[in-house]
């Protein structure tokens, strides 16, 4: 493995924060190991303060919002309007308005490809993403090509799991409608420089989407600084609620896009043959909302900010510092991607020996360790890769380093059950 960069130890009291999450400090039942949740890329816990913004939100402001002229339904639609404030300020908006609450990315990323890739994409266009996109940046983008006989293009992956940014310059040279790519890999935590990706595309003319999913849980990730014309992410990998997310759009790009869907909250009149459509973000939030998971979004928000998105991503790279060089040394162990954390989240992807990953999934749960197996909704990238499965751990906020000691043992352990040590 290559020496690790030192790393400056972080102040961050991660066991106090770990004691803000119920599901964390639960007494476990009598014989059976406390939980080290390490399955955060896919979905996080909860702290005390989302769970209980839920509550009181069910509790003593629940109403259908804005057309409500009562005070009920005033002071839900307010909470819910705070929320989208929070949100615009986490991510850094020019204004509310620019963040449009969906359900997660991919809602997110399926609204661009109709809004904004039926109007702007046409046949023989090109469309280039990464082989490293999760499928719901693949998908919603393989329909409009095939709907609009448009092109695909991917740039592809090093052996170490980074973007190859001369292939990326060689398809910019074609000049696409179109550059969609992820902050963070959720295969293998590789960390893009996306602020330099989204310059180089925007220099070709692009409209650029970053799929923000696994990055602005886990990272400071400002909109402007970033240029991006859309920024999707997830508010339930951020100790938000299931059911929450946010499409971030330019205001201009937003303005000039039709609807997604259609029915309620989302016109400005209708006649029987014909509409016209509500301002954004309204025009993209047909019916009613999510409003107490947007409101638990908002809470969360509030919760991160709290820690410091600097100090959060600084404790991952800390928790990976320590784990890179003790999951090496386990026998049979390879790690994918960058294994450095400069350049990673705090997302480690592994073989063990031949054990399959799904094996080894289940002999960490019997340990108490909760991780990851399969293909990780990345199909392309482990094919690339010669793989079909692999296992992930992924940390955050409340993850410490006795859990990654307790994940390297559970490691040991399987090794053992499979003879291999
Ligand atoms: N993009 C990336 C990089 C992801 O990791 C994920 C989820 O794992 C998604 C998109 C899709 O997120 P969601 O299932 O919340 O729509």
């Avoid at 909860?46 to 002071?75: C, F, M, Q, T, W």
């Avoid at 919603?140 to 990326?168: C, F, I, N, S, Y």
């Avoid at 390879?334 to 989240?345: E, I, K, N």
């Avoid at 749960?365 to 990780?376: F, L, P």
């Amino acid at each position: 493995m290559t020496p690790q960069p030192a790393i400056a130890t972080t102040p961050f009291d991660a066991a106090a924060v770990r004691a803000d999450f119920p599901i964390l400090t639960q007494e476990p039942a009598p014989g059976e190991p406390s939980l080290v949740f390490l399955d955060s890329a896919a979905s996080s816990q909860k702290p005390a303060a989302v769970i209980e913004a839920l509550d009181d939100y069910y509790r003593a402001a629940n109403a259908n919002i804005h057309r409500g002229v009562y005070r009920l339904s005033e002071l839900s639609t307010g909470r819910y309007e705070q929320a989208r404030h929070l949100v615009a300020d986490f991510v850094g908006a020019a204004s509310p308005r620019e963040c449009v609450f969906v359900r997660n990315t991919t809602e997110a990323i399926n609204l661009v490809a109709h809004a904004w890739g039926r109007k702007h994409i046409a046949a023989g266009d090109l469309i280039v993403l990464t082989v490293m996109d999760h499928h719901s940046n693949l998908v919603p983008w393989q329909l409009l090509a095939e709907e609009k006989g448009a092109e695909l293009a991917h740039v592809t992956v090093t052996p170490d799991g980074r973007l190859d940014l001369d292939h990326l310059d060689a398809l910019l040279r074609r000049e696409p409608k179109l550059v969609a790519f992820p902050h963070v890999s959720n295969s293998l935590g590789t960390l893009n420089d996306a602020a330099e990706i989204t310059r180089r595309a925007k220099a070709a003319g692009a409209t650029v989407l970053i799929d923000g999913a696994q990055s602005v849980p886990h990272l400071p990730a400002d909109v402007q600084a970033l240029g991006c014309d859309f920024l999707a992410f997830s508010g339930h990998k951020m100790l938000g609620p299931m059911g929450s997310g946010v499409l971030w759009g330019k205001k201009a790009v937003l303005d000039a896009l039709p609807p997604f869907m259609g029915g309620g909250s989302m016109i400005r009149t209708v006649e029987l043959t014909r509409s016209t459509w509500a301002d954004v973000p309204a025009r993209f939030e047909a019916g009613t909302p999510a409003v107490a998971d947007a409101i638990g979004l908002g809470a969360a928000i509030e919760y991160l900010s709290a820690l410091g998105m600097d100090a959060v991503r600084a404790h991952e790279r800390d928790l990976l510092a320590y784990a890179l060089p003790r999951l090496a040394e386990i026998p049979g162990m390879t790690l994918l991607g960058p294994s450095d954390p400069v350049h990673q989240s705090g997302v480690v992807s592994f073989t063990l020996g031949d054990i399959h990953p799904h094996d080894v999934a289940a002999i960490l749960d019997a340990e108490g360790v909760a991780v990851r197996a399969g293909h990780h909704c990345t199909q392309p990238l482990l094919r690339h890769l010669g793989l079909v499965a692999t296992t992930r751990a992924s940390f955050y906020v409340y993850n410490t380093e006795a859990d990654v000691d307790r994940l390297v043992s559970a490691l040991h352990a399987a090794n053992r059950v499979f003879g291999l040590t």
